[in-house]
């Protein structure tokens, strides 16, 4: 396995963490491949932590869905398929819409919007200086921001166990589709609807947005 600038030498403050941090990034950068094994000889000795912390970082990204159990009980970088990618925008098109419906008709619905725009500007100055992982996060942000203004614990928490399977379907036909998925005048539409304080027009401009972005990565 080469020797590449995620999984590096770590800090010795708050190993796991940092650990969770550099491992998720190494495996939604395309650094660890879907399907690759993770051996824990190998990752400790890269990551210069003890393989205790490395277990308790790897069991976090389980839960997140980045890493699966295989034969014997090895783990190994999960790998989606087409029906997968699919399966998640339907869900995040649920929950997303949702929130969106609920926002829209909520008294503060401007306060929201405007730090939805303002986290979409941010995903601009992403674009332009062209950092990949800034990029991400900018994205992630803005959805779940949108969640969260729903201010719906359950709605909430169902998008949170499903962060991990966004990071991975981001990647899933690689930088150039994940990018098409990042567009700021596309998030902006979803913005502007909410914005209208029509709920149905908020809903539907989210499952359109979320049924082009999957479009966008399978073909």
């Known amino acids: 396995m080469a020797q590449p600038g995620a999984l590096l030498g770590l800090q010795k403050t708050n190993l796991r963490q940092q650990a969770v941090t550099a ?32 277990r308790e970082a790897l069991r976090q990204l389980q839960q997140e869905g980045l890493v699966v159990t295989g034969a014997r009980g090895r783990l190994f970088v999960r790998h989606l398929d087409t029906k997968e990618i699919h399966d998640i925008f339907a869900v995040r098109a649920a929950l997303e819409a949702l929130a969106a419906s609920v926002v829209a008709t909520n008294a503060d619905r401007a306060t929201v919007t405007a730090a939805l725009r303002d986290v979409l500007a941010r995903m601009g100055k992403a674009r332009r200086t062209d950092t990949l992982d800034d990029r991400i996060e900018a994205d992630l942000d803005f959805h779940r921001l949108l969640c969260v203004s729903a201010q719906n614990d359950t709605l909430l928490h169902s998008w949170t166990n499903l962060e991990g399977s966004i990071r991975m379907s981001i990647m899933y036909a690689g930088r150039g589709q994940a990018v098409g998925n990042m567009d700021v005048d596309r998030h902006l539409e979803m913005v502007d609807a909410i914005d209208t304080g029509d709920p149905v027009a908020a809903a539907d401009s989210v499952r359109a947005h979320m049924h082009w972005a999957a479009s966008n990565l399978v073909g």
Do not use: C, D, K
């Open 23 to 54: 491992l998720r990034t190494a495996i939604t950068s395309g650094e660890l491949h879907p399907r690759s094994a993770l051996v824990e000889t190998e990752l400790s000795e890269r990551l210069q932590i003890s393989r205790g912390t490395l």
